[in-house]
């Protein structure tokens, strides 16, 4: 639940926002980021952008968060 | 980090208070490279894993209504309850899975014959969010929208851990997302009424060993001081305008933390002009904490005051697939990542 992911605004109308990351589009609001535009990447977190993220921390995010899913999916095992 | 070991001649401790800094420890493998004398301690900073069983068991009741739809965050679904859990009352109808507070907004106005429930559960991460939603709510006139809210607010949260539970901490890693809402700054008043360096990190495991190695040069030039090192999101102030929608629509009161007991002023509750949002009032509920389940451990996981391994239902009774408590069913909880990294580090120890 602590988790935000970066993510690039591909649609901005009013406070709503479609955003893309990961090979993945969608809602998000814009809201509390009043001064987020089309093309921004931005911190979203349950469907909220939270902040602007620049580049490179958002590169390092995703790849962080592709190695945790995979983490998740692992099959129950005690195991290193 | 050894050179502080060295000097201060006894075991660091070192808190993660986020969940998602343990599970980012553990699957770089982190923990196998640290010193010796340098512990990690898992903290309260998963929400699911903090919400008291009160809480849940109140949400499974209203699961039950036949005039309710709960909207949840997916990682609620399978905490268990005395009776089920919101993943086994799912073939009912009654439980929908939402990513955010503004599709539950949506389930309230597609089913204006039903009851929406929102279960807020998080930090202040997620705060603004169930905040914008009941602004919204409001303005629309939607009526048939409630929030169960279970915020949590993690500062007070360090205070009481220091205070009460577990003065043996020596710093805190802090978390780098709650940090870009309040501001690496809330974090000044550890620093200087207990004393403890407090470092914001991100959760990528470069950010976070960096974040350890300042904490230990704080530690062994005898220093406490406040420093972000997540440059990147978090500002001294943070969002200030999730900030004002928060406190626009809540205010803090005490509340019930698994593990931690009452806090005084660490839940967010809704203010009286939104109170007519608030599920408890709506529904005439009062919330009490229940008694723990069984042989659970997890209160004094989150207080770092054991690891996991060390209750007896991990891994026999208590398994990510059967799980007894939160800690095995969150993502971010401690003995959900005991359990699928922690068996090396059991053996070592």
Redesign the interface.
Known sequence: ????LPARIVELKGDNAVVDAMGNR????T????DARLGELV?V????A?????E??AK??WE?IA??NE??E?P????? | MKSACKSLGRRINIMEV???HT??I???GIRTTLPDGLKLLSGP????CVTDQGYIDTVLQLADRSDCLIAT?G?MIRVPGREGSLETKQTGGNVKLV?????ALELARSNPDREVVFVA???E??A??TA?AVVEAAAEGIENFSVLSSHKLVVPAMRALLSEKNDNIDAFLC????S??IGYSAFLEIVEDFGRPCVVA????AQIIEGLGEICRQLEAGKAELKSIYK???TERG?T??QE?IAECFEPADGYWRGLGKIPKSTLKLKEKYSRFDALERFGISESPAEELMGCRCGEVLCGLIEPPQCRLF?KAC???EPVGPCMVS??GACSAW???G??RVSKR
């Not at chain 1, 977190?45 to 909220?48: E, L, N, P, T, V």
């Not at chain 2, 900073?45 to 699911?48: A, M, N, R, S, T």
């Not at chain 2, 991100?202 to 495991?205: A, D, K, L, S």
Request: with cysteine; glycine share 8%.
């Open positions: 639940m602590c988790l935000a969608w809602k998000a609001k809201t509390l980021l009043p911190l977190h349950a469907g909220f939270i902040s602007f993220v620049d490179q921390e390092e995010t962080l190695q945790i983490f998740n692992t129950n095992k005690v195991s290193g | 986020c969940g998602t599970v980012s553990f699957r770089s900073g998963c929400p699911v965050y990682d990513l955010s507070s503004e599709d559960v998080g930090f991460t997620t603004p969010a914008v978390p780098g997302h709650v870009v809402i991100g959760f990528e495991p990147a999101v978090v969002n305008t999730a929608v891994g398994t990510p697939r993502s971010e359990f699928k990294y068996a090396e």
